[in-house]
């Protein structure tokens, strides 16, 4: 255990620092704000606010997109609660009970309660990271080519069956997004794939270009066309601190909730997106009186806030010990580390250890400014809430602009964007999901490469993926994951735990 | 697709996975013309065009699933695409391209907001004018001078 304790001291050291510890609140705070913006979720906060990174060195700009990436959970936590509107899927099932407690008055109890929660969780998930990152990066290194690309099949696979909505279509995305990534001059032979002549595009297209485009734009452009019903609470915010009564209600919540985002997060397919919804399905069945929930149960907010939290933190380990993100938020982390010439994976544990346990060490102290900066906040939040749409849009508009042009100081990667806005539009209209798309297209070239290695180092014979056992371990719980799910009973329970 | 007009329905006729389904087939015909002249194989390595074209092919197959689930009874209809929305604020993203190298940030930031505000059919033009100067001084402040981000602030007259 010394080690464990040596390195938590380390990243300290590094998190610190005055300018870290400035740029941990800067994240934060900006997250926080542009997070509890309604409509504007933690994808696109993070793609409208990556520019801010691009300036710093490599540790600070991780430290402050950290910040910013916290900092809009919380934000769509405060909006979920006092308007109502989930800024993601995992605010959903805040909603049901915090809007509920906000109308009878109680909004500053589901507000500080979920703050708690949030902190607790985070400090616990924090542990679990630094606990298990050694481990789990000497078993990353393990890993030959072949493995990396069963792994990316059983993650890519498990992040179609976690998410909502029809799973032929979030495979259709999958496998579209890594076409997509294919676009561009082949790394081993040189040929030209997918330009169509075009030789602006030779490098391929970059991923924050099209972030960006299919949820930052395609958003903006479903949000103009169904004006939403913005329901700001306007009963009082009441006392902040929960009663002690309310205190006792939700510690074992917030313990099974924080239990449950840790593990599921841990998945290398999005399983932190589950955890709000387990959590809220547990508490109900638990609970002594289940028509409680749905009417202001403070169970209710308490759990999926802790289960979110965990969730979305654990969700790192897979990103820092393996370099595979498990959602839409770690893809753009990727594309930021890309940015400093970081290449996510064992090597950043192995390599560049300040960097790993600063970063670490920052997450929790992220998560402390957020419990203190945030409740005194309150006030601002709410006034936030109020700014209308058509104020906010154009704003994020120029925003965006402004980041995409500043990433290769191109006019094209801008034009692109907005090509990238079309195509996400139309895939909202014709019902396909982005995430799986954005997943897809970063996850493309890795999977691509890794595939080459492995047949490189078999000489062309498929059946190395028979003799690495893992790989094919792997490969065997991809394909038993996709029979489950294409069952019909699990296809209706799917359903019901998305829409209980 | 309908017209933007208030008396316009609110779906068209035809069912909307059959329309995706027709989307995926398209792009995988298009993905493999785009890759007809590269090798799937190279000697006894994987060639440029192996995954492309499988994934390819598997996206027409999903695509062809997709249509014929669509064509079954009681499917929901594709909802109406409104032209209002993607043409200014997709527009304003074009612009800003067309405008930021040869006249700087002083004029395409400006240019974004108003233009994109229109996407709004509720936006007011004073509050708009207003608003774009404002947010586009506050980002070049940002930007430009605090970021010190290398982007054009008006080259016509400053020479950057």
């Given at each position: 255990?010394?080690?464990?304790?040596?390195?938590?001291?380390?990243?300290?050291?590094?998190?610190?620092?005055?300018?870290?510890?400035?740029?941990?609140?800067?994240?934060?705070?900006?997250?926080?704000?542009?997070?509890?913006?309604?409509?504007?979720?933690?994808?696109?906060?993070?793609?409208?606010?990556?520019?801010?990174?691009?300036?710093?060195?490599?540790?600070?700009?991780?430290?402050?997109?950290?910040?910013?990436?916290?900092?809009?959970?919380?934000?769509?936590?405060?909006?979920?609660?006092?308007?109502?509107?989930?800024?993601?899927?995992?605010?959903?099932?805040?909603?049901?009970?915090?809007?509920?407690?906000?109308?009878?008055?109680?909004?500053?109890?589901?507000?500080?309660?979920?703050?708690?929660?949030?902190?607790?969780?985070?400090?616990?998930?924090?542990?679990?990271?630094?606990?298990?990152?050694?481990?789990?990066?000497?078993?990353?290194?393990?890993?030959?080519?072949?493995?990396?690309?069963?792994?990316?099949?059983?993650?890519?696979?498990?992040?179609?069956?976690?998410?909502?909505?029809?799973?032929?279509?979030?495979?259709?995305?999958?496998?579209?997004?890594?076409?997509?990534?294919?676009?561009?001059?082949?790394?081993?032979?040189?040929?030209?794939?997918?330009?169509?002549?075009?030789?602006?595009?030779?490098?391929?297209?970059?991923?924050?270009?099209?972030?960006?485009?299919?949820?930052?734009?395609?958003?903006?452009?479903?949000?103009?066309?169904?004006?939403e019903a913005r329901d700001v609470v306007r009963q009082r915010i009441g006392r902040l601190l929960p009663t002690a009564r309310e205190f006792a209600q939700s510690i074992m919540p917030i313990v099974r909730g924080t239990g449950l985002g840790a593990f599921l997060g841990l998945l290398p397919g999005n399983g932190a997106v589950l955890a709000p919804f387990a959590s809220y399905s547990i508490e109900k069945k638990l609970a002594d009186d289940p028509s409680r929930f749905g009417r202001g149960a403070i169970e209710g907010v308490a759990g999926p806030e802790a289960a979110n939290n965990a969730g979305a933190q654990t969700a790192?380990?897979?990103?820092?010990?393996?370099?595979?993100?498990?959602?839409?938020?770690?893809?753009?982390?990727?594309?930021?580390?890309?940015?400093?010439?970081?290449?996510?994976?064992?090597?950043?544990?192995?390599?560049?250890?300040?960097?790993?346990?600063?970063?670490?060490?920052?997450?929790?102290?992220?998560?402390?400014?957020?419990?203190?900066?945030?409740?005194?906040?309150?006030?601002?939040?709410?006034?936030?809430?109020?700014?209308?749409?058509?104020?906010?849009?154009?704003?994020?508009?120029?925003?965006?602009?402004?980041?995409?042009?500043?990433?290769?100081?191109?006019?094209?990667?801008?034009?692109?964007?907005?090509?990238?806005?079309?195509?996400?539009?139309?895939?909202?209209?014709?019902?396909?999901?982005?995430?799986?798309?954005?997943?897809?297209?970063?996850?493309?070239?890795?999977?691509?490469?890794?595939?080459?290695?492995?047949?490189?180092?078999?000489?062309?014979?498929?059946?190395?993926?028979?003799?690495?056992?893992?790989?094919?371990?792997?490969?065997?719980?991809?394909?038993?994951?996709?029979?489950?799910?294409?069952?019909?009973?699990?296809?209706?329970?799917?359903?019901?735990?998305?829409?209980? | 697709?309908?017209?933007?007009?208030?008396?316009?329905?609110?779906?068209?006729?035809?069912?909307?996975?059959?329309?995706?389904?027709?989307?995926?087939?398209?792009?995988?015909?298009?993905?493999?013309?785009?890759?007809?002249?590269?090798?799937?194989?190279?000697?006894?390595?994987?060639?440029?065009?192996?995954?492309?074209?499988?994934?390819?092919?598997?996206?027409?197959?999903?695509?062809?699933?997709?249509?014929?689930?669509?064509?079954?009874?009681?499917?929901?209809?594709?909802?109406?695409?409104?032209?209002?929305?993607?043409?200014?604020?997709?527009?304003?993203?074009?612009?800003?391209?067309?405008?930021?190298?040869?006249?700087?940030?002083?004029?395409?930031?400006?240019?974004?907001?108003?233009?994109?505000?229109?996407?709004?059919?509720?936006?007011?033009?004073?509050?708009?004018?207003?608003?774009?100067?404002?947010?586009?001084?506050?980002?070049?402040?940002?930007?430009?001078?605090?970021?010190?981000?290398?982007?054009?602030?008006?080259?016509?007259?400053?020479?950057?």
């Open positions: 255990m010394p080690e464990f304790f040596d390195n938590i001291a380390l990243g300290f050291s590094v998190a610190l620092g005055m300018k870290n510890l400035s740029l941990c609140f800067l994240g934060c705070l900006i997250g926080t704000l542009i997070g509890v913006l309604p409509g504007v979720g933690p994808v696109a906060t993070i793609s409208m606010l990556l520019p801010l990174t691009y300036g710093g060195d490599p540790i600070g700009s991780l430290i402050m997109l950290a910040g910013i990436y916290y900092g809009a959970q919380y934000g769509g936590s405060t909006t979920a609660i006092l308007v109502n509107i989930p800024g993601e899927a995992t605010s959903v099932v805040t909603t049901l009970d915090g809007h509920q407690m906000a109308k009878q008055g109680r909004a500053g109890a589901a507000l500080g309660m979920a703050a708690i929660a949030s902190f607790f969780a985070g400090t616990v998930a924090t542990l679990v990271i630094a606990g298990l990152a050694v481990p789990l990066t000497k078993f990353a290194l393990l890993f030959k080519p072949a493995d990396y690309f069963a792994l990316m099949v059983l993650g890519l696979m498990l992040a179609v069956v976690l998410a909502r909505g029809s799973i032929i279509k979030a495979i259709a995305m999958i496998l579209l997004g890594v076409l997509m990534s294919t676009i561009g001059r082949d790394l081993v032979t040189g040929d030209e794939r997918l330009t169509f002549g075009w030789n602006e595009i030779d490098d391929g297209i970059d991923f924050a270009v099209v972030a960006m485009g299919v949820f930052g734009f395609a958003e903006i452009l479903r949000n103009l066309e169904s004006p790192f380990i897979p990103l820092l010990t393996l370099g595979i993100p498990p959602n839409a938020v770690m893809a753009l982390m990727i594309g930021a580390m890309t940015i400093h010439n970081l290449v996510p994976g064992p090597e950043i544990l192995t390599k560049q250890p300040k960097l790993f346990w600063g970063m670490i060490a920052s997450m929790w102290l992220g998560n402390l400014m957020l419990l203190v900066i945030n409740l005194p906040l309150v006030g601002l939040w709410v006034r936030l809430l109020k700014v209308p749409y058509r104020l906010m849009f154009p704003a994020i508009v120029l925003f965006c602009c402004i980041g995409i042009y500043s990433i290769g100081n191109n006019p094209l990667d801008v034009f692109l964007t907005a090509v990238f806005g079309l195509v996400g539009y139309i895939l909202i209209k014709l019902d396909f999901e982005a995430a799986p798309l954005l997943l897809g297209f970063v996850l493309g070239r890795l999977l691509e490469e890794k595939l080459r290695q492995a047949m490189a180092i078999s000489q062309g014979s498929v059946w190395t993926f028979w003799d690495h056992k893992i790989a094919f371990g792997m490969l065997t719980m991809t394909g038993l994951i996709l029979i489950i799910a294409a069952l019909p009973g699990t296809r209706q329970r799917r359903e019901t735990t998305f829409s209980d | 697709m309908a017209t933007d007009g208030p008396d316009a329905p609110r779906t068209a006729r035809i069912p909307r996975d059959v329309v995706a389904g027709m989307v995926l087939l398209l792009i995988a015909i298009g993905a493999w013309f785009g890759l007809r002249d590269l090798p799937a194989f190279d000697k006894s390595a994987i060639g440029p065009g192996l995954l492309p074209k499988t994934v390819a092919t598997l996206i027409g197959a999903l695509g062809l699933m997709i249509l014929a689930l669509g064509l079954g009874a009681g499917r929901e209809r594709l909802e109406r695409f409104s032209f209002r929305g993607p043409l200014f604020v997709l527009g304003a993203v074009g612009l800003f391209a067309v405008t930021i190298r040869p006249l700087g940030l002083v004029v395409a930031g400006p240019l974004a907001v108003a233009f994109s505000a229109f996407g709004d059919r509720n936006s007011r033009p004073f509050e708009v004018v207003v608003f774009a100067i404002v947010l586009s001084a506050l980002c070049i402040l940002l930007f430009k001078y605090i970021l010190r981000l290398p982007i054009p602030l008006a080259p016509f007259y400053l020479g950057y």
